[in-house]
């Protein structure tokens, strides 16, 4: 059964510094391209930074420089460290990969986990 399951948000003061961790299981996340993704309410999910199955990395704009994605490949684990949080930095923050299973290719999805920057 592929699940992946974020933690790590929280409440942070603007400048502040937040380190997500989403736990796979079902999967080795080092076979995989991964991502993460964040909602703002009332907008669409967007895509703030992507690891590949090589270890290369891509980031949003809004984030480049600031944020930070890795795999712990020891504990199947992929994190994102997230420096000089800004406000609108807040949204629920997912991750996310594309597994194909039999014929199917499909997205999965952790449940999410919340990161408010406030003072």
């Known amino acids: 059964q592929v699940q992946l399951v974020e933690s790590g948000g929280g409440l942070v003061q603007p400048g502040g510094s937040l380190r997500l961790s989403c736990a796979a299981s079902g999967f080795i996340v080092s076979n995989y391209a991964m991502n993460w993704y964040r909602r703002i309410p009332g907008k669409e999910r967007e895509l703030v930074a992507t690891?590949?199955?090589?270890?290369?990395?891509n980031y949003a704009d809004a984030v480049k420089g600031r944020f930070t994605i890795s795999r712990d490949n020891a504990k199947n684990t992929m994190d994102l460290q997230m420096n000089s949080l800004k406000p609108e930095d807040t949204a629920v923050y997912y991750c996310?990969?594309?597994?194909?299973?039999?014929?199917?290719?499909?997205?999965?999805w952790g449940q999410g986990t919340q990161v408010t920057v406030s003072s």
């Open positions: 690891i590949t199955r090589t270890g290369g990395t």
């Open positions: 996310n990969t594309y597994i194909t299973i039999l014929t199917t290719r499909r997205p999965y």
